[in-house]
């Protein structure tokens, strides 16, 4: 009934050209019919109507991912970096998300695979905490970075929150001789900024955003310039092309840090890229209750003089007077000047639930919880800890993303260096892919989340350790990242000392019961 009604008035609006087209050719009239009706009417779908007053002017594009994303990533990144640098909340939410992913630093545990390489538990130990401190001799030194200024968890940090204000970040792997160190894997982080198309040449389904792509979308060489483009100085542009992996030995020679949102895209956009409007907008509302609130803190009046401007004794104009806002600043006017006192109305009252609502919506876009966004805790405790472990599932998903992105690149790199160098020895570890990856294995392991009632919480583990539903080991890893084999040796160490000295009484067997002894009475327990 609605398609026919929708019909009869399409023949009723047939314009004279319409009404010649079906005259000579019905086919190409009837093409034209539902051409129209095409426009009038959207289909099952409201959202794609385009009659309704609603959406009328609502013209979505629909590129691909790299043609919606690059034209706009240089006014996205400046913008974003923009805000990282002056508006408190876009500060207090990145600086929230690295703390929580990354804190300390992501520490690797290698966990090999002894079945497939036949050790047993003993063996398998051994050779992971040597493995770990081989790992300890390059990411516990300065030397990992090639511009000497940070340790391998201090890059982490850097390279993540690079991540979320410029939406990717390069790490070049280079092989470096220096100061005669153990391994000679260094790491170079490369803003988004240096990576671009040479000579700026238009992108194309090969090359984007400075990425040299094959067949299939994979990357195969990276465009960076030498400097930066905004950089100190004037100077040539120059760029030098870095293979992605090694020629003969697939070795990963750049690093490409981002989160890929959408099918096919080369490059990352920013972390505040869906809120920097409201954020930018919030800031300056902010920035002008702000002034508001210090001049209505202060005795703001206007002095108001009727007739001519007042005159010296030798008949010259008499200057101006010097009218400013003080802390309990008196004022003297001219004879017959009045004073009108103004009231602002500051502070406002319906700053601050304006303001929450806001960042209640902002939070929701960035995936933090409104209490963790502005640090503010005034719940109960069920409520405190349903928004901490939200928050969490993102940070969980973000530490994944991190340690499989660069940590795990990283280790294999440097196990790689390890083995070949002979300081570890993994027989089969370059002739089988298979072994190689067994004995890659490796957990990585970060800052726990805390405990908003710890005893609470430790009653639960205790719980879970009783029924099966965890193991100590486990339950180590999120408290405090530790090592539950470590904890125990340490554990077993202390108790030792402390027994020796005297400190630990040791336990005594209960007595047993006299029986010439009088029974209890009957209400005794009573």
Known sequence: MKNAKLGAVLASKLTLPDRLVNYFNPAAGNRRAQA?????????YDGASRTKRSLRN???????????????????????????????????????????????????QPTIDTTVLGLTEEQAAAWQQQAQREFSLFADSKECDISLAQTFYEIQALAFRSTLENGDVFVVTPVLERHKTAYRTRLQLIEGDRCCNPQGVRDTDKQAGGVEMDDFGAPVAYHFLRKHPGGLGISVKQWDRREAFGTSTGRRNVLHLFERRRVGQTRGQPYLAPVIDPLRQLGVYTEAELAAAVVSGMFTVFIKTEGESPMTADGEDAPEPDYRLGKGAVITGAPGDSVEVINPGRPNALFDPFVQSILRQV?????????????????????????????????KMRRFWLATNFCQPVYELVMDEAVANGRLSAPGYFENPLIRRAWLGCQWVGDAPGAVDPLKEALASEKNLAIGRTTLTKETMAYDGSNWSDNHAQQTREIEARRRDGLLAEATPPAPPDPNADPPPDNANQ
Do not use: C, M
Request: aromatic fraction near 10%.
């Open 58 to 108: 609502w013209f979505a594009f629909g590129g691909s991912a790299d043609a919606d994303l690059l034209p706009a990533l240089g006014d996205l990144r400046n913008r974003s970096r923009d805000l990282s640098r002056n508006n408190p909340l876009a500060v207090g939410a990145i600086n929230t998300v690295v703390t929580n992913v990354v804190g300390t630093g992501l520490a690797p």
């Open 36 to 44: 129209r009706t095409a426009q009038a009417y959207s289909g099952a």
């Open 363 to 395: 939070g929701v876009a960035l995936e933090l919880p409104f209490e963790l966004l502005i640090k503010h805790y005034t719940s109960s405790y069920t409520a405190a800890r349903a928004a901490i472990l939200d928050a969490w599932r993102f940070f």
